[in-house]
Protein backbone atom coordinates (compact mmCIF):
# COMPACT_ATOMS: atom_id res chain seq x y z
CA UNK A 1 0.00 0.00 0.00
CA UNK A 2 1.40 3.75 -1.07
CA UNK A 3 1.82 6.21 1.24
CA UNK A 4 -0.43 9.11 1.37
CA UNK A 5 0.22 12.53 0.74
CA UNK A 6 -1.05 15.40 1.60
CA UNK A 7 -1.16 19.16 1.19
CA UNK A 8 -2.49 22.15 2.36
CA UNK A 9 -1.95 25.95 2.77
CA UNK A 10 -2.25 28.32 5.41
CA UNK A 11 -0.95 31.12 7.06
CA UNK A 12 0.15 32.22 10.23
CA UNK A 13 -3.89 32.84 11.30
CA UNK A 14 -4.33 28.88 11.13
CA UNK A 15 -1.33 27.20 12.15
CA UNK A 16 -3.01 26.09 15.41
CA UNK A 17 -5.88 24.76 13.38
CA UNK A 18 -3.19 23.35 10.87
CA UNK A 19 -1.08 21.74 13.94
CA UNK A 20 -4.19 19.50 15.27
CA UNK A 21 -5.39 18.82 12.00
CA UNK A 22 -1.95 17.22 11.60
CA UNK A 23 -1.46 15.75 15.00
CA UNK A 24 -4.77 14.07 13.77
CA UNK A 25 -3.25 12.61 11.14
CA UNK A 26 0.02 11.40 13.25
CA UNK A 27 -2.84 9.72 15.45
CA UNK A 28 -4.98 7.83 12.97
CA UNK A 29 -2.69 7.34 9.30
CA UNK A 30 -0.66 4.78 9.67
CA UNK A 31 1.60 5.98 6.63
CA UNK A 32 1.68 9.55 5.47
CA UNK A 33 3.46 12.75 4.50
CA UNK A 34 1.99 16.33 4.52
CA UNK A 35 3.03 19.21 2.42
CA UNK A 36 1.90 22.66 3.69
CA UNK A 37 2.46 25.68 1.47
CA UNK A 38 3.13 28.68 4.17
CA UNK A 39 1.11 31.62 2.82
CA UNK A 40 3.06 34.16 4.95
CA UNK A 41 6.44 34.20 6.05
CA UNK A 42 5.45 33.63 9.68
CA UNK A 43 4.15 30.33 9.63
CA UNK A 44 6.97 29.56 7.11
CA UNK A 45 9.61 30.19 10.20
CA UNK A 46 7.38 28.53 12.79
CA UNK A 47 6.93 25.34 11.13
CA UNK A 48 10.72 25.28 9.58
CA UNK A 49 11.56 25.61 13.35
CA UNK A 50 9.26 22.62 14.53
CA UNK A 51 11.04 20.20 11.84
CA UNK A 52 7.81 18.11 12.26
CA UNK A 53 8.74 14.55 10.97
CA UNK A 54 5.94 13.96 8.45
CA UNK A 55 5.96 17.60 7.25
CA UNK A 56 7.26 19.53 4.23
CA UNK A 57 7.05 23.16 4.49
CA UNK A 58 6.96 25.09 0.45
CA UNK A 59 7.53 28.95 0.76
CA UNK A 60 5.27 31.26 -1.61
CA UNK A 61 8.46 32.69 -3.26
CA UNK A 62 8.92 28.62 -4.27
CA UNK A 63 5.48 27.72 -5.27
CA UNK A 64 4.32 30.64 -7.10
CA UNK A 65 4.58 30.73 -10.97
CA UNK A 66 4.55 33.28 -13.29
CA UNK A 67 0.34 32.44 -13.76
CA UNK A 68 -0.23 32.60 -10.79
CA UNK A 69 1.24 35.92 -9.63
CA UNK A 70 -0.50 37.34 -13.01
CA UNK A 71 -3.83 36.83 -11.04
CA UNK A 72 -2.81 37.39 -7.79
CA UNK A 73 -3.03 41.32 -7.63
CA UNK A 74 -7.18 41.30 -8.77
CA UNK A 75 -8.15 38.90 -6.54
CA UNK A 76 -8.63 39.08 -2.76
CA UNK A 77 -6.31 37.03 -0.48
CA UNK A 78 -9.34 34.05 0.19
CA UNK A 79 -10.37 34.07 -3.61
CA UNK A 80 -6.29 33.94 -4.40
CA UNK A 81 -5.92 30.96 -1.87
CA UNK A 82 -8.71 29.26 -3.32
CA UNK A 83 -7.27 29.92 -6.60
CA UNK A 84 -3.94 28.12 -5.92
CA UNK A 85 -5.48 25.10 -4.64
CA UNK A 86 -4.90 23.33 -7.70
CA UNK A 87 -1.88 24.34 -8.30
CA UNK A 88 -0.60 23.29 -4.78
CA UNK A 89 -1.74 19.62 -5.63
CA UNK A 90 -0.12 20.28 -8.84
CA UNK A 91 3.49 21.38 -7.24
CA UNK A 92 3.35 18.21 -4.83
CA UNK A 93 2.87 15.98 -8.06
CA UNK A 94 5.31 17.84 -10.09
CA UNK A 95 8.46 18.14 -7.51
CA UNK A 96 8.04 15.33 -5.28
CA UNK A 97 7.34 11.95 -7.31
CA UNK A 98 4.70 10.58 -5.43
CA UNK A 99 2.10 8.49 -6.40
CA UNK A 100 -0.68 10.82 -5.01
CA UNK A 101 -2.25 13.57 -3.59
CA UNK A 102 -4.73 14.40 -1.44
CA UNK A 103 -5.71 18.59 -0.61
CA UNK A 104 -7.18 19.03 2.47
CA UNK A 105 -8.83 22.28 4.12
CA UNK A 106 -6.19 23.41 7.09
CA UNK A 107 -9.72 22.72 9.80
CA UNK A 108 -10.33 19.15 9.43
CA UNK A 109 -9.49 17.11 12.16
CA UNK A 110 -8.95 13.18 11.68
CA UNK A 111 -10.93 10.55 13.96
CA UNK A 112 -10.29 7.41 11.88
CA UNK A 113 -7.94 6.52 9.43
CA UNK A 114 -8.63 8.48 5.84
CA UNK A 115 -7.46 5.28 4.08
CA UNK A 116 -10.71 3.96 3.98
CA UNK A 117 -11.64 6.82 2.00
CA UNK A 118 -8.76 6.23 -0.25
CA UNK A 119 -9.99 2.11 -0.51
CA UNK A 120 -13.36 3.31 -1.65
CA UNK A 121 -11.92 5.04 -5.08
CA UNK A 122 -9.77 2.68 -5.55
CA UNK A 123 -12.19 -0.33 -5.51
CA UNK A 124 -14.45 1.86 -8.11
CA UNK A 125 -11.14 1.81 -10.36
CA UNK A 126 -11.05 5.84 -10.52
CA UNK A 127 -8.28 8.11 -10.09
CA UNK A 128 -9.82 11.24 -8.45
CA UNK A 129 -11.59 11.23 -5.49
CA UNK A 130 -14.41 14.23 -4.33
CA UNK A 131 -16.50 14.53 -1.16
CA UNK A 132 -20.52 15.94 -1.78
CA UNK A 133 -21.77 18.21 0.99
CA UNK A 134 -24.44 15.97 1.80
CA UNK A 135 -26.12 19.10 2.67
CA UNK A 136 -29.20 18.90 5.34
CA UNK A 137 -32.46 20.10 3.26
CA UNK A 138 -33.37 23.23 5.07
CA UNK A 139 -29.25 24.15 4.81
CA UNK A 140 -28.76 22.83 1.25
CA UNK A 141 -26.81 25.75 -0.40
CA UNK A 142 -25.90 23.60 -3.85
CA UNK A 143 -27.35 25.91 -6.26
CA UNK A 144 -25.25 28.84 -5.24
CA UNK A 145 -21.97 27.34 -3.30
CA UNK A 146 -21.62 23.42 -5.37
CA UNK A 147 -22.63 20.22 -4.90
CA UNK A 148 -19.10 19.20 -3.98
CA UNK A 149 -16.55 20.44 -1.30
CA UNK A 150 -13.19 21.38 -1.57
CA UNK A 151 -11.96 19.97 1.66
CA UNK A 152 -10.79 16.32 0.85
CA UNK A 153 -9.67 15.85 -2.70
CA UNK A 154 -7.83 12.33 -3.81
CA UNK A 155 -5.55 12.81 -7.43
CA UNK A 156 -3.52 9.99 -8.56
CA UNK A 157 0.00 10.73 -10.41
CA UNK A 158 -1.71 8.88 -13.30
CA UNK A 159 -2.20 11.11 -16.72
CA UNK A 160 -6.52 10.21 -15.85
CA UNK A 161 -5.87 12.51 -12.80
CA UNK A 162 -3.41 14.34 -14.51
CA UNK A 163 -6.30 15.87 -17.25
CA UNK A 164 -8.92 16.44 -14.25
CA UNK A 165 -5.93 18.79 -12.34
CA UNK A 166 -5.35 20.43 -15.39
CA UNK A 167 -8.78 21.73 -16.59
CA UNK A 168 -9.41 22.75 -13.26
CA UNK A 169 -6.45 24.59 -12.69
CA UNK A 170 -6.99 26.17 -15.99
CA UNK A 171 -10.58 27.31 -14.93
CA UNK A 172 -9.34 28.75 -11.51
CA UNK A 173 -6.50 30.47 -13.68
CA UNK A 174 -9.25 31.86 -15.50
CA UNK A 175 -11.94 32.90 -12.91
CA UNK A 176 -11.89 32.24 -9.04
CA UNK A 177 -14.00 34.67 -6.80
CA UNK A 178 -16.08 35.00 -3.65
CA UNK A 179 -19.60 35.66 -5.96
CA UNK A 180 -21.98 33.41 -7.59
CA UNK A 181 -21.53 34.26 -11.55
CA UNK A 182 -22.20 32.38 -14.49
CA UNK A 183 -22.98 28.76 -12.92
CA UNK A 184 -19.32 29.55 -11.18
CA UNK A 185 -18.39 30.31 -7.66
CA UNK A 186 -14.93 30.79 -5.98
CA UNK A 187 -12.95 26.92 -7.22
CA UNK A 188 -16.22 24.58 -5.84
CA UNK A 189 -18.75 25.26 -8.45
CA UNK A 190 -16.21 23.93 -11.33
CA UNK A 191 -16.84 20.43 -9.52
CA UNK A 192 -20.40 20.32 -9.77
CA UNK A 193 -20.11 18.17 -13.31
CA UNK A 194 -17.30 16.02 -12.96
CA UNK A 195 -18.54 12.93 -12.79
CA UNK A 196 -19.97 13.14 -16.03
CA UNK A 197 -16.92 15.67 -17.45
CA UNK A 198 -14.53 12.79 -16.66
CA UNK A 199 -14.81 9.23 -15.65
CA UNK A 200 -11.73 8.84 -14.08
CA UNK A 201 -13.88 10.96 -10.99
CA UNK A 202 -15.48 8.88 -8.08
CA UNK A 203 -18.01 10.42 -5.93
CA UNK A 204 -17.29 9.11 -2.10
CA UNK A 205 -20.12 7.36 -0.53
CA UNK A 206 -19.14 7.08 2.91
CA UNK A 207 -20.60 9.38 4.94
CA UNK A 208 -18.00 9.12 7.51
CA UNK A 209 -15.85 11.24 5.18
CA UNK A 210 -17.02 14.84 5.43
CA UNK A 211 -19.11 15.23 8.79
CA UNK A 212 -20.08 19.15 8.88
CA UNK A 213 -21.92 21.79 10.65
CA UNK A 214 -23.94 21.50 7.61
CA UNK A 215 -24.97 18.08 7.52
CA UNK A 216 -24.31 16.58 11.04
CA UNK A 217 -28.08 17.11 11.54
CA UNK A 218 -28.59 14.17 9.95
CA UNK A 219 -26.58 11.79 12.19
CA UNK A 220 -26.67 10.45 15.61
CA UNK A 221 -23.05 10.42 17.04
CA UNK A 222 -21.55 8.30 19.96
CA UNK A 223 -18.24 6.32 21.34
CA UNK A 224 -18.34 2.76 20.73
CA UNK A 225 -16.61 0.42 23.38
CA UNK A 226 -12.83 1.14 21.82
CA UNK A 227 -13.44 4.93 22.46
CA UNK A 228 -14.11 5.42 18.75
CA UNK A 229 -16.74 8.03 16.99
CA UNK A 230 -19.62 6.68 14.97
CA UNK A 231 -22.04 8.07 13.48
CA UNK A 232 -25.36 6.34 12.48
CA UNK A 233 -28.02 7.27 9.94
CA UNK A 234 -31.19 5.25 8.74
CA UNK A 235 -29.89 2.73 10.62
CA UNK A 236 -26.29 2.44 8.96
CA UNK A 237 -23.01 2.74 11.68
CA UNK A 238 -20.00 4.25 9.88
CA UNK A 239 -16.94 5.42 11.67
CA UNK A 240 -16.42 9.18 11.23
CA UNK A 241 -13.33 9.67 9.37
CA UNK A 242 -13.00 13.70 9.90
CA UNK A 243 -15.35 16.87 10.64
CA UNK A 244 -14.81 19.60 9.09
CA UNK A 245 -14.91 22.96 11.56
CA UNK A 246 -15.38 25.25 8.96
CA UNK A 247 -15.86 28.78 10.44
CA UNK A 248 -15.17 28.13 14.06
CA UNK A 249 -14.33 31.38 15.56
CA UNK A 250 -12.53 31.79 19.36
CA UNK A 251 -12.57 34.68 21.11
CA UNK A 252 -10.64 36.43 24.37
CA UNK A 253 -10.86 33.48 26.88
CA UNK A 254 -10.68 30.39 24.57
CA UNK A 255 -14.90 31.23 24.09
CA UNK A 256 -15.84 29.57 20.72
CA UNK A 257 -18.53 30.70 18.10
CA UNK A 258 -19.01 26.76 17.04
CA UNK A 259 -20.35 26.99 13.41
CA UNK A 260 -21.14 29.94 10.40
CA UNK A 261 -24.37 31.07 9.84
CA UNK A 262 -26.07 29.55 13.03
CA UNK A 263 -26.19 25.59 11.93
CA UNK A 264 -28.32 24.00 14.42
CA UNK A 265 -25.80 21.16 16.52
CA UNK A 266 -26.78 19.12 18.66
CA UNK A 267 -25.80 18.45 22.24
CA UNK A 268 -23.52 15.25 21.02
CA UNK A 269 -21.90 17.06 18.36
CA UNK A 270 -20.81 20.44 20.77
CA UNK A 271 -20.01 17.89 23.34
CA UNK A 272 -18.16 14.95 20.94
CA UNK A 273 -16.59 17.48 18.45
CA UNK A 274 -17.15 21.05 19.20
CA UNK A 275 -15.87 21.05 22.60
CA UNK A 276 -12.70 19.30 22.53
CA UNK A 277 -11.57 20.89 19.41
CA UNK A 278 -11.07 23.93 21.12
CA UNK A 279 -10.00 22.46 23.89
CA UNK A 280 -7.19 21.04 20.90
CA UNK A 281 -6.74 25.11 19.70
CA UNK A 282 -5.94 26.25 22.59
CA UNK A 283 -3.55 23.93 24.10
CA UNK A 284 -1.93 23.98 20.55
CA UNK A 285 -1.83 28.02 21.15
CA UNK A 286 -0.23 27.90 24.68
CA UNK A 287 2.23 25.37 23.32
CA UNK A 288 3.38 27.60 20.54
CA UNK A 289 3.26 30.55 22.55
CA UNK A 290 5.76 28.60 24.80
CA UNK A 291 8.37 28.12 21.96
CA UNK A 292 7.52 31.38 20.14
CA UNK A 293 6.88 34.09 23.29
CA UNK A 294 6.93 37.15 21.01
CA UNK A 295 3.88 36.06 18.92
CA UNK A 296 0.31 35.42 19.73
CA UNK A 297 -0.80 32.20 19.37
CA UNK A 298 -4.14 32.57 21.69
CA UNK A 299 -7.63 33.36 20.79
CA UNK A 300 -8.16 36.52 18.19
CA UNK A 301 -11.47 39.12 18.55
CA UNK A 302 -12.33 40.93 22.27
CA UNK A 303 -14.76 40.27 24.64
CA UNK A 304 -17.31 42.59 23.33
CA UNK A 305 -17.27 41.30 19.82
CA UNK A 306 -18.00 37.80 21.66
CA UNK A 307 -20.94 38.92 22.95
CA UNK A 308 -21.97 40.84 20.07
CA UNK A 309 -21.92 37.79 17.64
CA UNK A 310 -23.08 35.24 20.52
CA UNK A 311 -26.29 37.07 20.83
CA UNK A 312 -27.06 37.50 17.18
CA UNK A 313 -26.41 33.86 16.43
CA UNK A 314 -28.33 32.71 19.37
CA UNK A 315 -31.15 34.76 17.81
CA UNK A 316 -30.81 32.83 14.45
CA UNK A 317 -30.22 29.64 15.82
CA UNK A 318 -33.62 30.00 17.67
CA UNK A 319 -35.30 31.17 14.61
CA UNK A 320 -34.03 28.25 12.29
CA UNK A 321 -34.76 25.68 15.05
CA UNK A 322 -38.20 27.24 15.96
CA UNK A 323 -39.18 28.06 12.42
CA UNK A 324 -37.38 26.51 9.40
CA UNK A 325 -36.77 23.48 11.28
CA UNK A 326 -40.19 22.19 11.56
CA UNK A 327 -40.58 23.15 7.95
CA UNK A 328 -37.73 21.90 6.76
CA UNK A 329 -36.60 18.90 9.25
CA UNK A 330 -33.43 17.45 8.91
CA UNK A 331 -33.08 14.34 6.40
CA UNK A 332 -30.59 12.38 4.11
CA UNK A 333 -30.20 14.67 0.98
Known amino acids: MSRLNFCTLFDSNYLSRGLVMYDSLVAHCDDFHLYVFAFNAKAEEVLNRLAL????????????????????????RAEYCWTCTSSTIQYV????????????????RFYHNPRVLIDEMEASGKSVLITSHRYTRRYDQSFLRGKYCVQFMYFKNNP??????????????EWCYARVEDGKFGDQKYLDDWTTRFPSVHELNH??????PWNCQQYEFSLNSTNQLMGKADGHTFPVVFFHFHGVKVYEGWKAIFAPRSYSLSD???NLFYKPYIQSLKS???ELHKDFPSDDFHATGDAKSYRKESLLVGHIAWVKRNILGRIFPPRLA
Not at 54 to 71: C, G, N, R, Y
Not at 93 to 108: F, I, K, M, P, S
Request: aromatic residues 8%; glycine residues 8%.
Open 268 to 270: AVK
Open 207 to 212: LGGGVA
Open 284 to 286: KGE
Open 53 to 76: EHMTVISLSDFEDEQLLKVKPERS
Open 160 to 173: EGREVLQWWRERCL
Open 93 to 108: LDHYQVENCTYLDADL
